[in-house]
């Protein structure tokens, strides 16, 4: 089944609550209305209610099935309990002062909305760049426990091809632990978009065909993923002919129920990652969903600021599944 298929299916009916804190943008506006439309997910649209209304009637947007909060007005009891929220959480690193003032952000307000369970996610950044949305998460909502970091992953499509590129999106560099961890949470990833993760440690190296630190590392978190989770098929370093080419794998790396096979492609730094991504996108024709943030207690996406109604859509779709 076609990925997004796939994924509506499993959402389809299920009242999946996803905040929108930038509700005052006609791209959120008319994918939160497409959502609801279609049963999908429950939309919350933050900001002002006349000023969304004028928007929405100007552009013909049916946002009768839509919940609106003017999260800039809100009973003082809501924001006490929110506040509270946000200083326990906190544990003395954010007073009562500072958590209102968090509150006054629609970041920050979605964001405890998503924590304290009152909506399943949160689709933000068509108007922030990445830091506004991945802060309030990281101090908030945080990592899962024993996960250390959030990382970004793409699923990238062609056709009926299907495979996930991670890190790509969000640490700049990882040291052992940081890529094996990075490596199971994008086999997690992988299950929730119907492929089953073979695991890549990409490096410039096959099984020590050259020597560096940038190789060590990769051998290093390779190891440490494989005692972490024995039952994934993860192998490395390879690659990336010998990871992905049948009989590139059987030549450089003979025996790995990996190399040749792999789907999932764990990429030692954020530049090759980047680079990555966008050649198999711009030279391979490949559609790049995502980033999907991964590693966090609960849902949050971001947005690319350049993004459509169908790119919010969609991520809004993405962000759902996870929910799950």
Known sequence: M????????KIYGKNIKIVFPEGDDVRILG??????????????????????????????????????VDYLHQPSDVIDTMVNAIVERRKGKTDEAKARQWLQDPNYFGTTMVYMGKVDGMVSGANHPTGDTVRPALQIIKTKPGVKLISGAFIMQRDAERYLF???AINIDLDANGMAEVAIESANTAKLFDIDPKVAMLSFSTKGSAKGDMVTKVQEATKIAQEKAPELPLDGELQFDAAFVPSVGEKKAPGSKVAGHANVFVFPELQSGNIGYKIAQRLGGFEAIGPILQGLNQPVSDLSRGANEEDVYKVAIITATQAL
């Open 2 to 9: 076609e990925l997004f298929e796939s994924m509506k299916a």
């Open 31 to 68: 994918a939160a209305a497409r959502l609801a439309s279609d049963n999908l997910v429950t939309p919350v649209v933050l900001g002002n209610p006349d000023q969304i209304n004028q928007i929405a009637t100007d552009n013909k947007i049916n946002t009768t099935q839509l919940e609106v």
């Open 166 to 168: 991670a890190d790509c």
